[in-house]
């Protein structure tokens, strides 16, 4: 009886990524239950810092809180939500998942600095489109489970892969009908990013 073996990080788009030491801070990077697919959740570095010597330098910025997986058939990463503490970084976002992401792709990003009652859809290059929606206080994890419907009891008898899988396969499955709105317009009505630790408990 033949097995299917499970992805492994370096054959997926995740092991380009890791081997450009753009992989940080994984709270969950393994396969996951369905064959050929591999989880991460975590922060895609967009850009970095100049370093010193060998000094170790955390990046410029970010997508943070990453829920994504990739297809080791395909190369690509179908579904990705993560958090962007600028708008203007989507287009870095873009620029350095060009080659992973798909037009057919689920690709949702929580940013600081737009208006709280705004959602966008915004497209990237290469016939992919981002759906861009406000994030203030909460969690990508917790902002995803409410855009998809789902309760965390949903998920409370499942390991980590199959929660990121469940809520990653219920994301690629909803409708969101947002709005279309261009990058250049998007920065030129971008609202001053917040300072994330205001209003927060010491």
Excluded at 48 to 74: G, H, K, W
Excluded at 100 to 105: D, Q, R, W, Y
Excluded at 155 to 171: P, S, W
């Amino acid at each position: 009886m033949s097995t299917v073996t499970a992805a492994a990080l370096e054959d997926t788009a995740f092991g380009t990524l890791a081997s450009q030491h753009r992989l940080l801070n994984a709270v969950l990077k393994e396969p996951l239950p369905e064959a050929g697919t591999f989880g991460f959740r975590g922060d895609i570095a967009l850009a970095f810092q100049d370093q010193v010597a060998d000094e170790a330098r955390p990046p410029a910025y970010s997508i943070e809180q990453i829920l994504s997986v990739a297809d080791a058939a395909t190369g690509k990463i179908p579904v990705l939500a993560g958090y962007l503490h600028n708008f203007a970084w989507l287009k870095d976002a873009g620029e350095v998942l060009a080659d992973f992401l798909v037009p057919e792709g689920t690709y949702v990003f929580f940013v600081n600095n737009i208006d709280f009652l705004k959602k966008y859809t915004v497209a990237l290059p290469g016939g992919v489109t981002a759906k861009i929606l406000p994030l203030d206080e909460s969690t990508v994890w917790k902002e995803t489970l409410d855009l998809v419907g789902l309760d965390k009891n949903d998920l409370k008898k499942m390991n980590g892969a199959q929660k990121l899988e469940h809520v990653l396969n219920t994301l690629k499955a909803t409708a969101m009908p947002f709005p279309e709105l261009s990058y250049e317009d998007g920065v030129a009505t971008m609202e001053p990013v917040r300072n994330r630790n205001e209003n927060r408990p010491v």
